[in-house]
């Protein structure tokens, strides 16, 4: 990881332990980070593990690709050195949430292997759980909820994961979701009783 920039800064430590707060919530502070092809389903179901989570009365939070690309990360496009550096504010980001206690969700395509270890080695260890969303290229394409693969197969739109641009599987993902053929619900479902069954909640 690169140093900081700027040298005149010193880290601040907090007077709140993390098991102080972990006690305080009942529950354990995680990133879930869904990865997977475009229009694979990753927001839905991330939005759905957070009602359901809600429901327990956890503390959740998503962070969403495409809603980080309206603010904090607007201003990178989708080069490689953009994706990578809009994976390693996500990382960051995340890594504060689940300082703070949430279980954050996060739903991002992130293409790269290297992107998404680096996510993970700013987490504490443990606390970074990789979920590949597992809907093949046919099933997205024939999705395609944005026409995004119709764009890309017509030329009109560069550098589309999948199409033009690669990504590259997990070799050991925490939990592998396969979609097709179920519901949404079951999905999601599939996600709270991994959580329930490594201890991040009750």
Same mark, same amino acid.
């Given at each position: 990881?690169? !140093?900081?920039?700027?040298?005149?800064?010193?880290?601040?430590?907090?007077?709140?332990?993390?098991?102080?707060? !972990?006690?305080?919530?009942?529950? *354990?502070?995680?990133?879930?980070?869904?990865?997977?092809?475009?229009?694979?389903?990753?927001?839905?179901?991330?939005?759905?593990? =957070?009602?359901?989570?809600?429901?327990?009365?956890? /503390?959740?939070?998503?962070?969403?690709?495409?809603?980080?690309?309206?603010?904090?990360?607007?201003?990178?496009?989708?080069?490689?050195?953009?994706?990578?550096?809009?994976?390693?504010?996500?990382?960051?980001?995340?890594? $504060?949430?689940?300082?703070?206690?949430?279980?954050?969700?996060?739903?991002?395509?992130?293409?790269?292997?290297?992107?998404?270890?680096?996510?993970?080695?700013?987490?504490? *260890?443990?606390?970074?759980? !990789?979920? /590949?969303?597992?809907?093949?290229? =046919?099933?997205?394409?024939?999705?395609?909820?944005?026409?995004?693969?119709?764009?890309?197969?017509?030329?009109?739109?560069? =550098? /589309?994961?999948?199409?033009?641009?690669?990504?590259?599987?997990?070799?050991?993902? =925490?939990?592998?979701?396969?979609?097709?053929?179920?519901?949404?619900?079951?999905?999601?479902?599939?996600?709270?009783?991994? $959580?329930?069954?490594?201890?991040?909640?009750?």
């Amino acid at each position: 990881m690169s !140093e900081p920039t700027s040298k005149n800064i010193t880290w601040h430590g907090a007077n709140v332990t993390t098991e102080e707060r !972990e006690g305080a919530l009942d529950q *354990k502070g995680v990133v879930i980070w869904l990865t997977g092809l475009s229009a694979s389903g990753k927001s839905t179901i991330a939005r759905r593990v =957070e009602q359901l989570l809600l429901e327990r009365r956890v /503390f959740t939070y998503v962070l969403d690709g495409d809603n980080l690309r309206m603010g904090l990360n607007k201003d990178l496009g989708f080069s490689p050195a953009d994706r990578t550096e809009n994976i390693r504010r996500v990382g960051a980001v995340a890594q $504060l949430f689940a300082d703070a206690g949430a279980v954050v969700l996060t739903a991002f395509i992130s293409p790269y292997r290297a992107d998404r270890d680096q996510a993970r080695s700013v987490n504490t *260890k443990g606390r970074f759980h !990789e979920v /590949f969303v597992a809907t093949s290229l =046919e099933a997205c394409e024939a999705r395609d909820p944005k026409g995004l693969y119709k764009k890309a197969r017509a030329g009109t739109l560069p =550098e /589309f994961t999948g199409i033009s641009a690669p990504y590259e599987e997990p070799l050991a993902a =925490e939990l592998k979701l396969v979609t097709e053929g179920r519901t949404v619900d079951e999905c999601a479902r599939e996600i709270v009783e991994h $959580l329930a069954s490594n201890g991040f909640i009750a």
